[in-house]
């Protein structure tokens, strides 16, 4: 398995604070992305990385901000937390920009907005 | 981009063949079909993908049919473990490459 990980894998934050979340990758993929996983509503895109400083929206990118400075890390930071952002999120990369690759998902992180 | 229909939930008896279908009627010729699995709580794993023609690895056999607006996924061997939701996916062609996940199928293996 590709080396992908998220820190933390739990938080607890309160409601109006600032949050980031932190995706690591030792394979040198060029691609990174962040889902957030809700019931009911299966995995949603969030932002995604298509190179250093390189990032682009997804489909639920609002309250979200990304960042990515390096090619191994890809942060996730929520501004000012809302309860409706407690969500597992998921952090994943893959290496190429063709169709034809596979991308690999690190272990979630719990996030939990009181 | 192409949507996915599949079933929500299969049941499958442990050591039998799982065989989960995926509908991609609107496909595109450049699109590959993808399938992934999450077991409870983890992240999603990659199993298999493929365009046109049947592929298999060590895992799993992927059976796309001739005109490509469906394809069904075979566990040959199921497993107690290879209880999770599948998904099945059609790669997006656009900037980013972005995996879009449907609802799934919930397979269940039982004893």
């Known amino acids: 398995d590709a080396g992908i990980t998220q820190s933390p894998r739990h938080k607890v934050t309160e409601t109006g604070t600032p949050v980031t979340l932190r995706c690591h990758q030792t394979e040198n993929h060029r691609y990174m992305y962040w889902y957030r996983q809700d019931p009911g509503h299966g995995l949603r895109l969030i932002h995604y990385s298509y190179g250093v400083k390189d990032t682009d929206k997804g489909e639920v990118s609002d309250g979200y901000s990304v960042s990515r400075s390096k090619t191994e890390d890809f942060l996730l930071t929520l501004e000012s937390a809302t309860s409706s952002q407690t969500s597992v999120y998921f952090c994943a990369s893959s290496l190429r920009d063709t ?5 690999f998902f690190g272990q979630g992180t719990r996030l939990t907005v009181v | 981009d192409a949507k ?3 079933p929500p939930s299969m049941d499958c008896a442990e ?4 065989n989960l279908p995926c509908n991609h009627s609107t496909i595109s010729g450049n699109e590959y079909v993808y399938w992934y699995r999450q077991i409870h709580s983890q992240g ?3 199993i298999i993908h493929g365009l046109k023609n049947n592929e298999t690895n060590e895992m799993a056999s992927l059976i796309i049919t001739e005109d490509r607006k469906s394809s069904t ?3 040959p061997h199921a497993t107690l473990r290879d209880t999770a939701v599948y998904y099945c996916i059609v790669r997006a062609n656009n900037a980013g490459n972005m995996l879009t996940f449907g609802g799934g199928t919930r397979l269940m293996v039982k004893p």
């Open chain 1, 99 to 103: 169709l034809n690759t596979e991308a």
């Open chain 2, 73 to 75: 996924l075979i566990l």
């Open chain 2, 4 to 6: 996915t229909t599949q």
């Open chain 2, 15 to 18: 050591g039998r063949a799982a």
């Open chain 2, 44 to 46: 999603p794993q990659y």
